[in-house]
């Protein structure tokens, strides 16, 4: 920011860092305070199975970690962490995905160009901790924060080799760093072999002679041919059917992954308008100023690369979904935000060193207004998507006594995803006496018509009617909305009723976490079961 040097601005300067210096502590206490408020979510009970520390040996983590859809560096790495320390799994891997955050903005502030003011810096990770993306996984047991921190060190070394390059220059050790940066990051999360790609690519365009070119060719080559050759090895242990996911490319569901990564690179409305607003006006200044001056080449070059970065990977990911198997979600966004903090600090520093300098103070004052309130309101309401709700639920069908021999109807995966069956490691995972519980696992999405010749049926048959006592007649996680209970319940209820004096209803924890359950109307507190089968909260 350009301000006057006299004492009074020099005093301004120093209470605009100390408040951004809060609004970074205030979301890094946010992040431990919820490091364990909410249980495990499906992903991450996933990494608990494929890091379980309860594994002795290095090469049992290695032979199970293959069996996932991603590397096995972070599983790695998750399973000697939590192995080492000697505690709780959530608090250890959710405590490393956020210092793992932490250190990547670390990095980006170390990666601006020299021109960037220390305010425009300190800003650009202000904004960084209070978007949905960063404070969201932050608190993640999945591989992101790691992915951060690569994306980081992404942006450090090429916008160092972008600096050779307009000295006409080839730094081999500048090669070797983005050669090691791309193979090592690609072990840890796939989508970073497009942000190689991404980075590679743009440099090769920006490049001033053909030994640069050649030499920036044979850096990609040197990353993606191992890569690649891993990435053919590993297919073979993958359980998954990687051609039958949840994945699509469908324009609707394209545009909805699209859509949902922008939306999560701001923290609020208020949020978005002001990065927005920022990038409008740091574009109208240079437009503005391009009528009376010229444009610094290098800085134009500098943000030609960053937003190539930022926009290549996307464009890859979509290119390979639709050419080749589905692998296109929302979470490409992930491993490009480095280079989008980065841009946000260089539109501040654009903006500011056109600005006046009460402009300059009046619109410092407004973004750390607004980036405080932010901060503060997600630390009070932690405003963010709630996760699944494994424990919670887990915890009540424990405390049902009269289900402890019998069989607990769930929902899993219409398809195998490791060599075991994951009931064990999902729905089990927070049960603390029956882990060895009997299970009638059930294909999502299914219509009652549909199970009426199988044991399930039965099932619910002998409940109804009371002959078994445990109230159980589905226990369902992460696999089904309302809908898919609701259209389901609708043909147990036409199958079933009237038996007895006996009702169903739905128990619900939050995000897709339902336990549905027979009751006698007596025990239903709540009027007109048979027209609202979601009744509410009845058994504790």
Not at 92 to 119: D, K
């Amino acid at each position: 920011m350009q301000l006057t040097n006299s004492n009074r601005s020099k005093r301004l300067m120093t209470a605009y860092y100390l408040c951004l210096g809060l609004i970074l502590a205030i979301n890094f206490a946010s992040v431990c305070y919820w490091l364990d408020i909410e249980s495990l979510w499906i992903d991450e009970l996933f990494t608990a199975y494929f890091s379980d520390p309860s594994q002795p040996t290095f090469l049992e983590v290695v032979t199970r970690t293959l069996e996932d859809v991603h590397p096995p560096v972070y599983y790695l790495i998750t399973w000697a962490t939590t192995r080492l320390s000697g505690f709780e799994f959530t608090i250890v891997a959710r405590a490393q995905s956020a210092l793992f955050s932490v250190v990547a903005l670390a990095i980006v502030y170390r990666s601006f160009p020299s021109y960037v003011s220390t305010y425009s810096r300190l800003f650009s990770l202000a904004a960084a901790v209070t978007s949905l993306t960063w404070f969201n996984f932050a608190l993640d047991a999945r591989s992101y924060g790691l992915v951060f921190i690569i994306g980081a060190l992404f942006v450090m070394v090429g916008l160092q080799t972008l600096d050779s390059i307009s000295r006409h220059e080839i730094q081999i050790p500048l090669l070797f760093k983005l050669s090691a940066i791309g193979i090592c990051g690609s072990m840890v999360h796939y989508y970073l072999l497009l942000l190689a790609g991404g980075v590679v690519g743009m440099l090769l365009l920006m490049s001033r002679n053909w030994r640069q070119r050649f030499a920036f060719a044979a850096t990609g080559l040197a990353i993606l041919v191992p890569v690649a050759l891993f990435i053919r090895w590993h297919s073979h242990s993958i359980v998954l059917d990687i051609g039958n996911t949840w994945f699509s490319t469908d324009f609707e569901f394209l545009m909805t992954s699209i859509s949902t990564g922008f939306a999560m690179m701001f923290g609020t409305t208020l949020h978005r308008i002001l990065i927005m607003g920022i990038f409008a006006g740091a574009i109208l200044s240079y437009l503005l100023s391009a009528k009376d001056e010229e444009l610094d080449k290098d800085i134009v070059r500098t943000y030609v690369f960053i937003i190539g970065c930022f926009l290549t990977p996307i464009l890859l990911g979509l290119a390979v979904s639709i050419l080749t198997n589905p692998i296109f979600s929302g979470r490409v966004f992930t491993v490009v935000m480095p280079f989008y903090w980065v841009l946000v600090g260089m539109a501040t520093n654009t903006l500011f060193t056109r600005f006046s300098h009460a402009s300059a103070i009046g619109l410092a004052t407004v973004s750390i207004l607004v980036l405080f309130v932010v901060s503060t309101y997600r630390f009070y309401n932690h405003g963010l998507p709630p996760k699944q709700n494994w424990r919670d639920s887990a915890a009540a069908i424990e405390k049902l006594e009269s289900c402890k021999n019998e069989i607990i109807p769930v929902v899993g995966f219409a398809n195998p995803v490791t060599s075991i069956d994951n009931i064990y490691y999902t729905y089990g995972y927070y049960l603390t006496d029956r882990r060895e519980s009997d299970w009638l696992k059930l294909p999502p999405a299914k219509k009652f018509s549909e199970l009426a010749q199988t044991p399930y049926a039965e099932l619910i048959r002998s409940r109804i009617s009371g002959a078994q006592e445990c109230p159980v007649i589905l226990w369902s996680v992460h696999h089904l909305e309302k809908p898919h209970i609701e259209a389901l319940i609708a043909d147990i209820r036409k199958e079933f009723h009237p038996i007895g004096s006996n009702s169903i209803i739905i128990r619900e924890w939050g995000k897709r976490t339902f336990v549905v359950m027979i009751v006698k109307h007596a025990e239903a507190t709540l009027k007109d079961t048979e027209n609202h089968p979601f009744i509410g909260d009845v058994i504790d």
